[in-house]
């Protein structure tokens, strides 16, 4: 499936440069959607870790300030990653990135750990980069 990206007219993001000390950790198992997801938000100023396994999140959990998280990943659950985030780091701002619906068992165990947001897949990067700017 394609991912279709609107950008404002002009090309430009209108995303202020966010402080350089938030770091962002993408948990994401399709490669373009993942790569896509890290060149935005390189561009638009963030520190970015991108990971695409449930073993390489949480191997590379290290305080990071958010996580994007997709709950279907290869070789897991994202509910997996969630709990370790909020066993290691619990200030961390966790949005799910997820095609799952709402009423789904994996989106259920999901809730219990408290993320900050859901994005539904198709993602809507505007509102997600909007959303990020609100969260420092």
Known sequence: RPVVVPLPVGGGMSVSSPPQWLEVLIVEDHHQSRELLRL???VAGYRVIATSTVHDAVAHLNGQT??????????GSGVDVLRS??????????????????????????????????FQKPLDVNRLLGWLQTQW
Do not use: K, W
């Not at 958010?66 to 070789?75: C, E, F, M, P």
């Not at 990135?97 to 219990?112: F, K, Y």
């Open 85 to 118: 985030i909020r066993a290691q780091y619990p200030n961390t701002v966790v949005a799910l990135t997820t095609a799952e619906r709402d009423d789904s068992p994996l989106m259920a165990g999901a809730m219990l750990h408290h993320p900050q947001a859901v």
């Open 66 to 75: 958010h996580v994007l998280l997709d709950l279907n990943l290869l070789d």
């Open 40 to 42: 935005l938000l390189t």
